[in-house]
């Protein structure tokens, strides 16, 4: 008796390994590209939030600095000009005690400066708005009488402070724009 014997076919062929890793090797490159992005993204929402949080508080702060102030400058050099526009602002918080928030532009920090001392108070602030080339005065100082602060208005430009970054974030964000006012509660019930 003529008995075939089948072969017992065991294990992939070569082609079928090869199509095996082409498509395992697409559908891993497919999924580093998808984490890849979300990394990306996750950095720069990181960095917005985290500027923009430090960037509202340090308004807010200088917001109440000028609700309780008692007095203020810079004046305007004639009396009968109403609008400054300061790089600097002095705020007498009473009993005689003068602090300055002061733009300096050369370390595009935001200092405070009190008692003698200077501290950066908030870093990254460029005072370039997106889409412009020159910096612009972060306070604008509105008088009444000449020598009443009836108004401030403060406007800041920030960007991330690289010297801040951590090794999970990403390339630069974009700088954002930051205003606040307030008025001193003198003014308000007068």
């Known amino acids: 008796m003529n ?28 999924t580093m590209v998808a984490l890849s992005a979300s ?6 929402t990181t960095r917005t939030a ?3 949080v430090t960037g509202r508080v340090v308004i807010e702060r200088l917001q109440a600095l ?5 007095d203020f400058g810079p004046l305007p050099t004639n009396p009968l000009d109403t609008i400054v526009s300061s790089d600097s602002i ?24 009190a008692n003698g001392g200077s501290w950066p108070l908030l870093e990254g602030v460029t005072q370039i708005p997106p889409g412009e080339s020159m910096p612009i005065s972060p306070f604008t ?3 009444r009488d000449g020598r009443w602060l009836n ?4 406007d800041l430009v920030v960007e ?17 724009r930051l205003i606040g006012s307030a008025m001193p509660r003198i003014a308000a019930w007068n």
């Open 160 to 176: 991330h402070d690289e010297a801040h970054d951590l090794q999970v974030e990403g390339e630069r964000s974009d700088p954002f």
């Open 50 to 52: 985290s500027t923009g």
């Open 151 to 154: 108004r401030a208005v403060i």
């Open 66 to 70: 000028v609700r309780a102030g008692v």
């Open 3 to 30: 008995r075939r014997r089948s072969r017992a076919r065991f294990g992939f062929s070569v082609p079928e390994l090869l199509m095996a890793l082409a498509i395992s090797a697409t559908l891993l490159l497919a």
């Open 141 to 143: 100082l509105e008088y």
């Open 90 to 113: 002095d705020i007498d918080i009473g009993g005689g005690e003068w602090v300055t928030m002061r733009w300096d532009q050369a370390t595009n920090s935001l200092m405070w400066e």
């Open 39 to 44: 990394f990306h993204a996750f950095q720069a």
